[in-house]
């Protein structure tokens, strides 16, 4: 199972590398920041966010599990760049200590959020399954909530997930969604009682690709829109689709987003049924 975490600062001017350790606000779940909720823990992605007046120079990853704790992994991009959002693939198993994130911005010293995706071994109630995204499935269906209010900045907000009439009673699996209304860039999460303590989530961009933006790269996580647990399921090869069960008194759904700025967005999300 996966499970996404985040932190936050105010930014910091390159050349200087300033640390992004501050747990995002509105109920993150880390007992400290940069350390997983659990034994078992795999980094599996990690990156970064910041806003459309400011662009990332840099970005740094520093754990102690790591090849060269001491450089950790730096990735750096120059005073030119015109990145906004930065998604980076791994795969560093939990062993001790907080993993520190370290950011240098272009023009500014702006707001920004860096984040880790950790997968887990071990499964909750429902385990996730793994659906082919390249398959013919005869169970899709797509269900759009505008969130009930803006988003705080650096903050998880949760919307339920609540469509009316409900679906049919089964057993559902999260392939992804589609976000609007996004003014950057933000983080997506979902909770139900079947992941158990894990969140499952990604970073997302605005699906209509709003102009007013910093660049985005060509990151498969980004392109795939409503496809993103079946881009990681392929990615890592292994199970990343989320599945819980939707009864006749409620979907039990929760998403939670993050962003940079206050927007109120619009998520559509796309599932499987599965049972």
Not at 37 to 61: C, F, P, R, S
Not at 152 to 162: N, Y
Not at 178 to 201: E, K, M, Q, S
Request: glycine share 10%.
């Amino acid at each position: 199972m996966l499970d996404l975490h985040a932190l936050s600062s105010g930014g910091s001017l390159q050349p200087t590398f300033g640390a992004v350790g501050t747990t995002l606000l509105g109920g993150d779940g880390q007992s400290a920041p940069g350390v997983p909720i659990d034994e078992g823990a795999n980094l599996v992605g990690w990156g970064a966010l910041t806003t459309i007046a400011d662009t990332i120079a840099g970005l740094q990853l520093l754990a102690q599990d790591q090849l060269d704790p001491i450089n950790g992994q730096k990735l750096n991009f120059g005073t030119s760049s015109v990145l906004g959002v930065l998604h980076q693939w791994d795969y560093l198993p939990y062993k001790t200590g907080a993993r520190s994130f370290n950011i240098a911005q272009v023009t500014a010293a702006a707001n920004c959020i860096a984040y880790m995706l950790d997968y887990y071994p071990q499964n909750p109630k429902e385990p996730p399954v793994t659906v082919d995204r390249f398959g013919r499935s005869a169970g899709n269906t797509q269900y759009s909530t505008t969130y009930g209010g803006a988003l705080v900045a650096l903050t998880w907000k949760q919307q339920a997930f609540a469509p009316a009439p409900l679906p049919p009673a089964g057993k559902y699996a999260i392939l992804g969604c589609w976000v609007d209304a996004l003014t950057n860039y933000g983080l997506i999460r979902f909770r139900h009682a079947n992941f158990g303590t894990f969140a499952p989530g990604f970073p997302v961009v605005d699906t209509s690709l709003a102009t007013a933006r910093a660049t985005v790269n060509g990151e498969d996580l980004f392109s795939n829109n409503g496809h993103q647990f079946q881009v990681l399921s392929e990615y890592l090869k292994k199970p990343c689709c989320p599945v819980f069960n939707l009864t006749a008194q409620g979907t039990g759904l929760n998403y939670e987003m993050a962003a940079i700025t206050a927007d109120t967005p619009v998520v559509t999300v796309n599932l499987a049924k599965i049972g």
